[in-house]
């Protein structure tokens, strides 16, 4: 099924510890970004990239890291957790051709404690 | 800087009721201008765009918006609301004249639907 896929649905990590979010996309998009999700925050846009090899920062990046080695993959990499970044976070991918409506992941659950 | 305000947090109707969220953007030309919808535990799913042409437009599940240059607002409309619909909506802006093409969200509006 084409659409963004967002692994792992859940994680829980300990204060200090790094992870990778992975998202990719097979619908060809060339604009991909990282949204983190807080109750009353709406959406804040962490990274964003708008084609392969080309990253930059959005809202809230402080804490983590993106790369876009290919068009389909836009890992979310989180240097050492800290308890602010429990949180929602969501992958979403859109085109121009598609007049930038975004596809939308569904979504990692990260706890860290 | 775009921006988006949605002024409620929370609305209340009952159900086979009429709708409307309220939508103002910040932005010195015309937007490209969406709403989401997100259910409980889900992604966002787009409901509608609008970037030119007929200031109304429609869009799924029986949803439609429209455009105001003048108000700078893009509200969203249903006019018979279904128990499904209780949902979290948000409105969105691309711009439309350079910049990222990544869109900016308002906080969203809580839609609670009374049987």
């Known amino acids: 099924n084409a659409g963004v896929t967002q692994t792992p649905k859940f994680q829980v990590l300990k204060t200090g510890q790094s992870m990778t979010l992975q998202c990719a996309q097979d619908?060809?998009?060339?604009?991909m970004s990282w949204y983190r999700q807080d109750p009353g925050m709406g959406l804040r846009l962490i990274h964003y990239?708008?084609?392969?090899?080309?990253?930059d920062q959005g809202e809230v990046p402080n804490g983590y890291n993106v790369s876009r080695s290919t068009t389909e993959d836009f890992p979310l990499r989180l240097l050492s957790a800290a308890p602010s970044q429990t949180s929602v976070y969501f992958c979403?991918?859109?085109?121009?051709?598609?007049?930038?409506?975004?596809?939308f992941g569904s979504g990692t659950r990260l706890t860290v404690v | 800087a775009q921006s988006v305000t949605q002024p409620d947090i929370h609305i209340t109707v009952s159900e086979g009721a009429s709708l409307e969220l309220r939508c103002n953007y910040s932005?010195?030309?015309?937007?490209?201008l969406f709403w989401y919808v997100q259910s409980p535990g889900q992604g966002l799913q787009l409901l509608l765009k609008?970037?030119?042409?007929?200031?109304l437009v429609q869009g799924i599940k029986g949803f439609e918006a429209e455009f105001k240059r003048s108000q700078s607002s893009f509200n969203l409309r249903k006019p018979s609301v279904h128990w499904s619909d209780a949902a979290e909506y948000f409105c969105?802006?691309?711009?439309?004249?350079?910049?990222?093409?990544?869109?900016?969200f308002g906080r969203g509006t809580s839609l609670i639907v009374h049987p």
């Open positions: 932005y010195g030309a015309t937007p490209y």
């Open positions: 979403a991918s859109g085109s121009r051709d598609r007049g930038y409506g975004y596809t």
């Open positions: 990239s708008v084609g392969a090899g080309i990253t």
């Open positions: 619908m060809n998009h060339e604009y």
């Open positions: 609008y970037f030119s042409g007929d200031t």
């Open positions: 969105a802006v691309v711009s439309a004249s350079g910049g990222s093409y990544i869109p900016t």
